[in-house]
């Protein structure tokens, strides 16, 4: 545990690092695509204190200056698959970015989608020393919590102090300086595989980078389409991506569950490429162009021109209605939809007070979406864009980017994490002699 | 339906995408375009001029250009011109003038010309500028000659400052000016010019002037008559003598010495011949009358 609070550590301080120097850079390494934004920090943070600017998010104080998207390879279900080929996609998409930014980039955030998260719910509670909570108290509150046994060849990815209650009042976001007896904490913990980290840590080294900073994408996607009282009334945010669905779902502002559904858009066109017998790319191309999940009449009149290139002319003039286009994804998709709900009822999301889903990433695009959404999941569904940042190309401002914009407001005013604390005192060596001092002062 | 083929996804090799990353880096981008190029002409400069001949032709080449510049005819002083100068000391000038004409005005050194005139006895003050058209102008004070001051070996020509411009060689007499000798004599030039002024209102013709102990005057007559004047206000001490001299006759008397060094008590010494005569008849009358 230590070890891990080291490293994170040691990941935040170089993201102050980068932050201090100005430019960072954005990795979301997707299964189906990678894109990159690079950051510029202008220091307009006094923006932020400025009444009625606080809305804003934070994203005052920087601008995206490059962008660029490739398209991945060696990625599936939002792991790295193949190293080389990933670290290949990086490089293309970094450069390009730092070409359009014409800035060298050193650091880098990165986020990704898959490697089997398991969200934790911690508790933690500790008698104050003094009267006054101070920031001693808080670490140690924070390290009271019971860490679940999570298992072999997994890591901790954020540590979130979610509320803090002193005494009967809870609710509490900064119990700094007020005044108690008991100080309690309740802490979001997500785990991820450590290979996966490990992988994705060794390719942006590959690349010359310095990794300043993971996040899980469902948790970004989330920060980026969520409105402000969504993440504060509760929310839940399903990211479809082209190899898993992210679910995350935040509270208070916090995120209090996260996980990930290990099936995705490229489910979708493997399952037309089956069924029409075409190659993936034909494939992907008719799902983005002719998709959809309601058919109506005049699906059934609208023909689609399959194509091929096998020389057979009967099997290359094939033609078929968009009804049976949607009939082939139509399966896929509510199956997706579908384990998000389970993974949603897991999570116990039908006691939140609002039960707001917001759907993202690439495949909410697809037409009548929302329609078949909000039969499978409720009525309180809706399509969700990322926020506008400062500088953003229009290319970059679609649903498939969410999980990329929400890195950047991720890295402007990061969330406290376990690891931002200092260690409880009496963890240190050197406090341990005292305390013996003090326990034979106290027996004897 | 149009085939979609599939495309070769193009990435940058590990070398390409460093050296991409190199050339965005803003010292090394700055160090390349300033620092290089300036380290190379730096670099060929110092290679070009280590070698001694390089450096001896170049410095040639400015010393060539120089000289071309500074002969041009626009530069070059073709004459002396000498005012405010009499001959003599004009001829005298044009002698220990340093350089020889023509020559560029770079290298004519006028203070030094001008130190050298103003060196010059007979100049009291003179100043040297170069006129267009190429005339060196030296525009020079003489000193007026006013009194003669005689020496030991000879006559000097002193100014009102007692300096001493020449010798006299011509006569004496012909020059108009009066004499003054003794020690100190130069010292006290204004003062003896005065003397002479009002000397000239005697009947009897004025030798000169003589210091005496660098503090008074004597007034030497032709006739080898001394008047001894007070240091204190000499003139009126002169001029009551001369009163004297035109009621009584006084200097036309067998009288060697005027003393007039007490004021309030003229005394007159009398030659030995007229002191003895003047006994006698003094004692013969004295005695024609018992």
């Known amino acids: ?444 | 339906m149009r085939q979609v083929e599939p495309k070769f996804d193009p990435a940058p090799s590990r070398w390409s995408y460093r050296y991409q990353r190199l050339m965005l880096t803003p010292l090394f981008r700055k160090t390349l375009r300033i620092g290089l190029p300036f380290a190379l002409a730096l670099g060929a400069g110092i290679m070009f001029f280590t070698d001694p001949d390089r450096q001896e032709a170049l410095i040639q080449k400015v010393a060539d250009l120089r000289e071309q510049i500074e002969t041009r005819p626009e530069f070059m002083v073709q004459l002396l011109e000498v005012e405010g100068a009499s001959a003599p000391v004009e001829e005298v000038i044009r002698e220990v003038f340093p350089f020889k004409l023509p020559i560029s005005s770079f290298d004519a050194d006028l203070d030094a010309v001008r130190v050298m005139i103003e060196d010059l006895p007979a100049v009291a003050d003179a100043s040297v500028r170069i006129r267009k058209g190429g005339v060196l102008v030296a525009k020079v004070v003489e000193r007026q000659p006013i009194a003669l001051w005689r020496v030991q070996d000879g006559l000097n020509i002193v100014d009102v400052e007692g300096v001493v411009i020449g010798k006299v060689l011509e006569h004496p007499k012909l020059m108009e000016m009066p004499i003054i000798a003794g020690a100190g004599a130069e010292k006290a030039v204004p003062e003896a010019l005065s003397l002479s002024r009002a000397a000239k209102s005697l009947d009897a013709e004025v030798r000169g002037l003589v210091r005496v102990g660098e503090r008074r005057w004597d007034v030497v007559m032709e006739s080898g008559q001394r008047i001894m004047l007070p240091v204190d206000n000499p003139q009126r001490a002169l001029e009551r003598v001369i009163v004297l001299d035109d009621i009584k006759d006084m200097l036309n008397r067998d009288l060697s010495v005027v003393d007039m060094r007490i004021v309030e008590r003229p005394t007159i010494r009398m030659n030995e011949n007229a002191a003895d005569d003047w006994w006698q008849v003094s004692q013969t009358t004295a005695g024609a009358v018992e």
Request: hydrophobic content about 40%; overall charge negative; aromatic content about 6%.
């Open chain 1, 1 to 444: 545990m230590i070890e891990l609070y080291e490293s994170q550590r040691a990941m935040r301080n170089m993201r102050k690092a980068a932050l201090q120097r100005g430019v960072v850079a954005v990795l979301d390494v997707g299964t189906s695509k990678i894109a990159c934004l690079v950051l510029r920090f202008d220091g307009t943070d006094r923006l932020k204190e400025a009444e009625g600017i606080g809305a804003m998010a934070g994203q005052a104080g920087f601008r995206v200056i490059g962008a660029a998207t490739t398209r991945s390879r060696g990625v599936k279900f939002g792991e790295i698959d193949a190293m080389q080929e990933t670290e290949r996609a990086i490089r293309t998409a970094l450069q390009a970015a730092q070409k359009m930014a014409n800035i060298r980039v050193d650091h880098v955030i990165a986020c990704f989608s898959g490697a089997q998260p398991r969200s934790y719910g911690l508790a933690g509670a500790v008698e104050l020393e003094g009267q006054l909570v101070s920031e001693q108290d808080v670490s140690r509150v924070l390290s009271s919590c019971d860490v679940p046994d999570y298992g072999e060849g997994r890591e901790v990815l954020h540590a979130q102090p979610v509320n803090f209650a002193l005494d009967h009042r809870t609710g509490l976001n900064d119990p700094r300086g007020q005044l108690g007896q008991t100080l309690s904490t309740d802490m979001h913990m997500l785990t991820v595989d450590s290979f996966a980290i490990q992988n994705l840590a060794y390719c942006v080294k590959r690349c010359d980078l310095e990794l300043a900073g993971l996040a899980f994408s469902a948790y970004a996607s989330g920060l980026a389409s969520l409105v402000e009282d969504e993440q504060e009334l509760g929310a839940a945010c399903i990211d479809l991506g082209g190899g898993s669905a992210g679910v995350s779902i935040f509270m208070k502002k916090h995120m209090i569950y996260a996980d990930s559904v290990r099936i995705g858009g490229d489910h979708v066109t493997s399952d037309i490429s089956m069924g029409l017998q075409v190659p993936t790319a034909t494939a992907e191309r008719i799902k983005t162009f002719y998709g959809g999940v309601m058919a109506t009449g005049m699906d059934d009149r609208e023909m689609i021109e399959i194509g091929g290139e096998t020389g057979d002319w009967e099997h290359d003039r094939r033609t078929v209605s968009r009804t049976e286009l949607i009939g082939i994804m139509r399966p896929r998709v509510e199956e997706i939809l579908e384990e998000a709900r389970s993974r949603l009822d897991a999570a116990g999301f039908e006691y939140l007070p609002s039960q707001q889903i917001v759907l993202t990433g690439g495949g909410s695009q697809i037409p009548g979406l929302d329609g078949l959404a909000s039969k499978i999941l409720g009525q309180q569904v809706r399509l969700g864009r990322p926020l506008r940042v400062h500088g953003l190309p229009q290319a970059a401002t679609g649903a498939g980017f969410a999980s990329a914009v929400g890195m950047c407001l991720f890295a402007a005013n990061p969330q406290d994490e376990w690891w931002d604390f200092d260690l409880p005192v009496d963890r240190y060596p050197a406090r341990s002699l005292k305390r013996a001092v003090k326990w034979f002062k106290d027996n004897w």
